[in-house]
DNA sequence: TACAATGGTTGCGTTATACAACTATATCGC
DNA sequence: GCGATATAGTTGTATAACGCAACCATTGTA
C-alpha cells in the first residue's frame, strides 16, 4: 500500500478501542443481570432507569433518547411488558400515546440492576485515576455531542 | 427507590458513553464509506485493514481478533468475497484451512477507506489536546484488556 | 490404527433493526 | 367548523448479525 496509508495505525484509532470497550462491556454486564435471573440486555436497563428517574415517558421519547426507530421502541417495550417490568398507561389528556412507567416489578429489577451496574463501573475502573475516568467520559461525550450534531 | 441507589447516575456512567459513542462512530462511518460506492461496516474495514498489514489469516485468527464465533467469520468472510474484495487460498500444507487475502479490488477499496477513516478521526477528535486523546484511548485498552481477562 | 483436535461449512433459530403502510387522535389554517 | 397536516403507536415484512449444534475433511497423537 501506498506510503499515504503506511503510518495509518489501527491499534492508535479510537474507533476500534471505543467498539471493542462497548462490545465487551455490553456482553458482560448482560452475563452479570443473567447470573441474577435477569435476562435483560444493557439497552433494557437504560430504559428501566430512565424510567425510574423521569417518570412514565412516551414511547417516541424513549426512541429519541435510544437514537431507535420507534418501531423498534415498541417491541421492545412489548418484551418488557411481557416480563412484567413495565406497563403502558393510556393518557387521558392525549389518546394517541401512553405513558411507559415501571411495575412493581420494574422496580425490584432495578434494585438489584443498579448495584450491580455500579459494581462493574468501579471494577472496570478500579486502577485508573478519578482525574483519567473524568477525562475519558467527557471526551467520549465530546465525540458523540460532535457526530449528533452531524447527522 | 432506595437512597443505595439514588446516587447513581447514568449521565456519569462510563458504559453509557462508550456504547453511545460506538453506535455513532459506526454509523457514521459507514454512511462514508456508502458515499463512496463501498457498502461496507467498521467492522469490515477492520478485517481489510487486517488483511493488508498481516497478509494473509485463516479465518480462525480473524474469527479470534474480531471477538465472534468462526461461523460468523464464514458468513462475513463469504460476503466480502461475493463483493471481489477478499479471497479463499488454499493452504497446501495443511488442506484444513485457507489462508485469506485481499484481491486487487480489496486493496483498492482500503486506497479508499483508509484516508476516510483517518479523516473522520481526526475531525471528531479535532478540539480534544492530544493528552487527552492519549489517556481515552489508554483508558479505554485498559478497561478492555480487563474484560478480556475476566472471560 | 483408532481417537482427539482443528479449520471450516451448513442448518437453524434468535434478536435487533428499520422502512412502508396503516389506524387513531390531535392540531392548525382558513 | 372543516379539511389538511402532524403525531403516537402498531403491524407486516425484510434484512442483517449472530451463535449453537452438527457435520465434513484433515491432521496430529496415543
Redesign the pocket.
Known sequence: MSELNSDFQLEEAIGMHVNRTAFLMTEEIAKRFASHDLPL?A??FGILFRLQKQGPV??????SM??????????????LVKKGLVE?KP?P????????GLTKAGQQALVVMIPLVRAFQQEVLSDIPDEEKAITIRTLKQISDKLIKLK
Chains 1, 2 share one sequence.
Open positions: 440486555s439497552q433494557d412516551t414511547q417516541v421519547e424513549i426512541a435510544m437514537m431507535r426507530d420507534k418501531t423498534t421502541i415498541t417491541r421492545r417495550i412489548d418484551g403502558r393518557c389528556d392525549d389518546r394517541r400515546y401512553f405513558r411507559v
